[in-house]
Nanobody, 114 residues
Framework: QVQFVESGGGLVETGGSLRLSCIAS????????MGWYRQAPGNQREWVAA???????TYAGSVKGRFTISRDNAKNTVYLQMRSLKPEDTAVYYC????????WGQGTQVTVSS
């Protein structure tokens, strides 16, 4: 099955920005709807944003207006541009086929200091 490798996380101050990347294996990336998810310590994994194969986007209310999801099918990559970061955005971020509950990668840690 398709696998994902996330990168781009780090430590940033409140109000800062980060861009996460997720590279997919395989040749069918362009047909998949893709999603970004996050899991904070002690919490369940939550959906953050999604992008369809036609590049329509949707966002969780908590990140709408601050985060932007995009994709580059030629690079088998989906991105998450994060702006105006808040301490409550601190989490491990994952990408996956939108709605799929298996095949998670290692994720990338985002820490926002107050």
């Amino acid at each position: 099955q398709v696998q994902f490798v996330e990168s781009g996380g780090g430590l940033v101050e409140t109000g800062g920005s980060l861009r996460l990347s997720c590279i997919a294996s395989g040749s069918r990336f362009s047909v998949y709807p893709m999603g970004w998810y996050r899991q904070a310590p002690g919490n369940q994994r939550e959906w953050v944003a999604a992008i369809t194969s036609a590049e329509a986007t949707t966002y969780a209310g908590s990140v709408k207006g601050r985060f932007t999801i995009s994709r580059d099918n030629a690079k088998n990559t989906v991105y998450l541009q994060m702006r105006s970061l808040k301490p409550e955005d601190t989490a491990v971020y994952y990408c996956n086929i939108n709605g799929r509950t298996t095949g998670w990668g290692q994720g990338t840690q985002v820490t926002v200091s107050s």
